[in-house]
């Protein structure tokens, strides 16, 4: 493995439901320990992208890399041949996930849900599991919500969990697909608070957002996306300060007169 | 008590007293007294109509055909609905699987099981020796043979009963499961993905246990409605509860008597599956506090919150200035 080497690579990526081409050919690099944050209108197809990265849904061609290790399929002799579910589960996990809707499991704990990966599918003994699970919930500041079903818990606190569920598999990446989107406003600042952290101990995330302030401040690279294209990418304070493309100025001075009491109460927090 | 009574007193003493007058429903409570009253002639007639013969019931509740009967019901009942609820998994799986064959040969097990009255179904397996006299392990077109057996012996009237009740059970079940798994959120099945989680450890570990909140209460009514369809194998001379009871009343013409052993014994039984049931969804409400089914994840979670002392808000508040 070659550290200096992209974390993620997409090329040429097109992906189609149906007649529909959401992805109309993505090329794309995400760096080691930066976080990349997705921007665009509703359809763009950035969480497609984000879904194509963990093989949660096909691509109908092109490739994508993660560390190097092309996702879903194995190429031989020119033909792409599709992965048996033992090796697309190998690369899974080496991927975490953050859903809008958290999706923690209902019928689980706060720390059965976290412990659900290590234990059934890495085999980490049970008391090894528990004792990451734990410090994993002291890191996101639910320490003590460790045996509370997920309907007792806040919208802020299920998606803090979800978090912890996701890095509990020790992924080299983390994909958040509009982590605070389904949130109460007063909530938002919790979450992005405990992402702000995760960037800062260096781990590679890959963020679709609408938290314009956030990918300013703690994105590294940011990607604006419009109608299944990149239409421009570069440093935070160039994309979303001074965008050269139309589109992105028409865009984010949407974005902006909309979240603006958000923005007030994630930078007073 | 007392302190309830204090507590509205000192709430309310400064205001005026006032007497409340709920409204009268006098329509409700005739039409109940009339009832009663029909209901309490109907059960002074079960103490003084001689027909009933409670001597004769008294005196078979406990005879040993009649034990012997329900065993053989409550056997049937037990091994019927376990497979057919293995075999309405398998089949609520096959239904929905990606593979054409399987979701089509699934659909038409569905369509022919469900569509053809169980009752024809076991005289099908009462006289299957006449369809296939021999049933024999060889390959298939040709006259290759490993291994054969007459069908007359193989298919006791038990063997039929218990292929005519698992696979007509098995169609509605796969029904029923298959209802349970549609109402799982696709999010779920993803976040399984995302960990890592094979299809068949997202099904086990996921999918399964939170559909069981839909499947369990139907197939606790089916659980209870097999126990009484059992009653209908006596058409391939199966002795079960009702048929031993036929047996005897055969004989000593004795058939009110012998149909409310019969009865009791049936009544007993759904009784306590009534009562298993209920504490088998409170087990799978888990997690599911507030769905109004589950009334003790409720209370858990006043109890909960009486004990901290602190509205939920208040939590998260302090959480967040913690973090």
């Known amino acids: 493995m070659n550290n200096t080497l992209p974390m993620v690579r997409l090329e040429s990526v097109h992906k189609s439901f149906g007649s529909l081409e959401v992805l109309k050919g993505i090329d794309l690099v995400m760096e080691r320990e930066k976080v990349t944050c997705l921007i665009g209108p509703s359809g763009s197809g950035k969480s497609t992208l984000l879904r194509c990265i963990n093989h949660i849904e096909r691509i109908n061609s092109g490739r994508i890399f993660v560390d190097n290790d092309l996702v879903g399929y194995t190429e031989r002799g020119g033909k792409f041949y599709e992965m048996k579910e033992r090796d697309t589960i190998r690369q899974r996990q080496q991927i975490g996930m953050v859903f809008q809707g958290f999706n923690l499991f209902p019928h689980m704990t706060v720390e059965q849900n976290i412990m659900e990966g290590p234990v059934g599918i890495l085999k980490v003994p049970l008391a090894e599991a528990r004792a990451d699970a734990h410090r994993l919930l002291t890191r996101v500041g639910l320490a003590e919500k460790a045996t509370a079903y997920p309907n007792q818990l806040s919208g802020g606190q299920k998606q803090r969990v979800a978090i912890a569920r996701a890095l509990a598999m020790k992924p080299k990446v983390m994909l958040f697909d509009e982590p605070t989107s389904a949130l109460d406003p007063e909530l938002v600042g919790e979450v992005l608070e405990v992402m702000r952290d995760l960037a800062a101990s260096g781990m590679t995330m890959i963020v679709v957002t609408h938290e314009i302030a956030f990918a300013r401040d703690v994105g590294d690279h940011v990607v604006f996306m419009d109608d299944g294209r990149i239409v421009e990418q570069g440093a935070p304070s160039e994309v979303l300060s001074r965008p050269s493309h139309a589109r992105t100025q028409a865009f984010l001075r949407g974005v902006l007169l909309e979240s603006a009491p958000t923005a007030a109460v994630t930078e007073m927090s | ?323």
């Open chain 2, 1 to 323: 008590m007392s302190r309830t009574e204090e507590r509205i007193e000192t709430g309310t003493g400064s205001r005026p007293t006032m007497t409340v007058v709920p409204v009268r429903h006098w329509g409700q409570w005739i039409t109940a007294a009339a009832l009663v009253v029909v209901l309490a002639g109907f059960a002074s007639t079960l103490v003084t109509n001689e027909n009933y013969r409670w001597d004769v019931v008294g005196q078979y509740l406990f005879s040993s055909r009649i034990l012997t009967g329900l065993w053989h019901t409550i056997e049937l009942t037990a091994i019927s609905m376990i497979a057919g609820i293995i075999l309405g998994v398998l089949v609520a799986i096959m239904r929905e699987s990606t593979n054409p064959v399987f979701s089509k040969i699934a659909w038409l097990y569905i369509w022919f099981f469900r569509g053809t009255p169980l009752f024809v179904q076991l005289l099908f397996w009462g006289y299957i020796a006449a369809l296939y006299p021999n049933i024999s392990l060889g390959i298939p077109f040709t006259d290759a043979e490993f291994w054969s057996v007459e069908m007359r012996d193989l298919m006791t009237p038990w063997l039929a009963a218990i292929l005519g009740l698992s696979l007509n059970e098995g169609a509605y079940m796969a029904e029923i499961v298959r209802g349970g798994l549609s109402s799982i959120d696709q999010g779920q099945r993803e976040a399984g993905q995302a960990i890592g989680m094979s299809r068949a450890r997202i099904l086990r570990r996921i999918i399964l246990p939170q559909a069981m909140r839909v499947i369990l209460p139907p197939t606790g009514n089916n659980v209870i409605s097999m126990l009484k369809t059992t009653s209908v194998v006596s058409v391939v001379a199966f002795p079960e509860l009702l048929y031993s009871a036929q047996l005897i009343y055969a004989v000593n013409y004795l058939t009110i008597p012998l149909l409310i052993v019969a009865s009791i014994w049936y009544l007993l039984v759904t009784t306590t599956l009534t009562i298993g049931q209920h504490s088998l969804e409170k087990h799978f409400g888990q997690g599911h506090t507030t769905s109004a089914r589950s009334s003790g994840g409720v209370l858990r979670n006043v109890m909960r919150l009486q004990r901290r002392g602190t509205p939920p808000e208040a939590d998260i508040a302090t959480e967040k200035a913690h973090g």
